[in-house]
């Protein structure tokens, strides 16, 4: 009984400290430094070991502009013996907020000659000059450090201090010597490179960092160097001379880099890099012995075919399709042809017929259930644009049973929704939407939440339904690719239900149709109608994020841009779109991108 009581009251005890913790950190993060220092006083008091309660408080008078306790505080720390070296820092750094440079100095000589009585203590004294941004100081510690232990290696962070410092080219032999000695990892090394260049070949980081990998690989033949170049040529856009490097590499250490080569590809296109992205899985076509990834650099080959491709070439494509299946017939790894041959059968050559027939016969095969998945969500998408929506939904809700916890399930689960709102069953829709809001998948939560309020906003202002109705089948038509009949439902929509709810989505939907057609002052015209009428609502920051990237992409105009871009980032900090927007946003204004 005793020892139980024992045991509550500290499990008391710890609650409480930890509420106080909480408390005093929630004040200091508000600026209110008053109450802060309170809570880290009483917390200092019980806990005499704590460093960081001791650094909370003194940063609290420090911010009130009490040095005289924060140095009696350190002091009384110092006195009662064996205090952790960086106590030292704190008093320094104490003094020099008070002008007194000498006796900050004094004290920081202090705490780097305890490193002489045990050199462990470095790493601790070392960050702490850091925090403080004392680099030389922190650059002493590192060095003493490991002159006195050489089992010690701090080189890392020296590294990352002459970047701090402005010395980029010292910087970079210390974070390429790192990854040479294998003390560090690429991944790591590159990340902290990241920060220090730009999309711009031209700019002066960039080309130090050049010169020093081509000096490198001159002196010393190693892979390293083509690795790191092909990842700064990526970083400057320069796809066709990270190809080079990549092929150096495959050429030099076999088949096992091809992976290297398929993720350049992939980069390429998305960049609209068509022509680098076209020669990259051309090579990877050609020098893999590999049946599958021939079939998927084949297969983004026709993805690049198909970007504008003209009646004539459409008919072409079919052949290589139609070839493609003749050689690789309805296998388990394969379905990436099946799939990819019904969607263009469907959306391209409007032969739904054709491609569900192709896909029934893909489910026959012994699949686990992911592969069944993905073959019954591209049937259903099939049958969808055949307007068979009841099956289509059998389909959708299979998948959504058999992987409900799964993104895949979550997927599934808003093409219920989606094709519901096809079929006019707007009730049923905004279920399934509802739950959808919580979805692990951003890009899932932020579709539902916007069909859904399209739906309620529209249901409560009109009865009959008679706006949505019209959207919806505009929205199918876009669906099918029937681009011109549904900018003209929108074209209705606009004219016979102005002023209504609705109009800001059938300008924005609308918008992106036109840009679909390359009728890009139409585009334009409903966006900027959205930011000027509806600029409080919610659809502001898609129709921001739409301008920003016409101009940046199409109409090459990157101050307007620009000026779209800072709209989100200052004024819709939730949005979708703010980590996109802030990324191009620094991509135009010339900053480097982590």
Not at 268 to 289: C, G, M, P, Q, R
Not at 425 to 451: C, E, H, P, Y
Request: aromatic share 12%.
């Amino acid at each position: 009984m005793r020892f139980a009581v024992i045991f509550i009251s500290l499990i008391s005890t710890f609650q409480c400290w930890a509420q106080e913790d909480f408390l005093a950190k929630q004040y200091f993060n508000d600026g209110e430094f008053e109450k802060a220092a309170v809570f880290y006083e009483n917390l200092t008091e019980k806990n005499p070991r704590r460093t960081d309660y001791a650094e909370g408080l003194i940063a609290c008078y420090q911010q009130l502009e009490k040095y005289e306790e924060a140095q009696t505080f350190l002091l009384k720390k110092i006195e009662s013996g064996n205090p952790y070296p960086t106590i030292y820092i704190e008093l320094g750094y104490n003094y020099l907020l008070q002008g007194q440079t000498e006796m900050a100095k004094e004290n920081y000589e202090i705490a780097l000659s305890i490193i002489e009585i045990n050199p462990n203590y470095g790493y601790g004294i070392g960050f702490r000059f850091q925090r403080y941004t004392l680099l030389d100081y922190a650059l002493r510690a590192y060095s003493k450090a490991m002159e006195l232990n050489p089992q010690l290696d701090y080189n890392f962070q020296m590294a990352k201090i002459y970047g701090e410092q402005g010395d980029i080219e010292r910087m970079y032999n210390s974070y390429l010597e790192l990854i040479s000695a294998g003390k560090a990892t690429q991944t790591n090394v590159l990340r902290n490179l990241d920060s220090f260049i730009t999309s711009d070949p031209e700019n002066p980081n960039n080309l130090k960092l050049k010169k020093i990998l081509l000096q490198k690989a001159q002196k010393d033949p190693d892979i390293l160097w083509n690795e790191i170049l092909s990842w700064l040529f990526v970083q400057q856009r320069q796809y066709s001379s990270a190809f080079n490097q990549e092929k150096a590499i495959y050429k030099r250490s076999g088949a096992i880099t091809l992976q290297r080569l398929i993720g350049l590809g992939d980069i390429a296109l998305e960049d609209n890099a068509v022509e680098e992205a076209k020669a990259i899985f051309t090579y990877i076509d050609k020098n893999s012995n590999d049946p599958v990834i021939k079939l998927n650099a084949r297969l983004s080959l026709i993805d690049i075919e198909l970007l504008d491709a003209s009646a004539k070439q459409l008919d072409e494509v079919e052949g290589q399709f139609e070839s493609l299946m003749e050689e690789y017939g309805y296998e388990n790894h394969t379905l990436q042809l099946q799939i990819a041959y019904s969607n263009f059968l469907t959306f391209k050559k409007g032969k739904p017929r054709e491609a569900v027939t192709i896909l029934k016969k893909c489910l026959e095969l012994p699949l686990e259930r992911f592969s069944k998945a993905y073959v019954k969500l591209a049937l259903g998408d099939i049958l969808v644009f055949d307007q068979k929506f009841n099956e289509a939904l059998i389909n959708f809700s299979q998948v959504q049973k058999s992987l409900k916890n799964d993104v895949l399930g979550q997927d599934a689960r808003f093409k219920v929704a989606q094709t519901s709102f096809y079929k006019g069953d707007f009730d049923w829709a905004f279920t399934q939407l509802k739950v959808l809001r919580g979805s692990t998948s951003q890009l899932i939560a932020n579709d539902a939440m916007q069909l859904s309020l399209l739906i309620s906003d529209n249901s409560l202002e009109d009865s009959t339904q008679t706006a949505l109705k019209k959207y919806a089948r505009a929205d199918l038509l876009s669906y099918q690719q029937n681009t011109v009949e549904a900018i003209k439902v929108f074209d209705d929509i606009l004219t016979n239900h102005k002023g209504e709810k609705i109009e800001d989505e059938a300008l924005l939907k609308q918008g992106e149709l036109l840009e679909l057609i390359k009728d890009y002052e139409g585009a334009e015209f409903n966006y900027l109608k959205i930011v000027e009428f509806y600029g409080n609502d919610i659809l502001a920051d898609d129709a921001h994020f739409a301008l920003a990237e016409l101009y940046r992409n199409i109409l090459n105009e990157p101050e307007k841009a620009k000026e779209h871009y800072e709209k989100i980032i200052y004024n819709y900090q939730d949005s979708y779109y703010f980590p996109q927007a802030r990324k191009n946003f620094r991509i135009l204004r010339g900053d480097s991108i982590n």
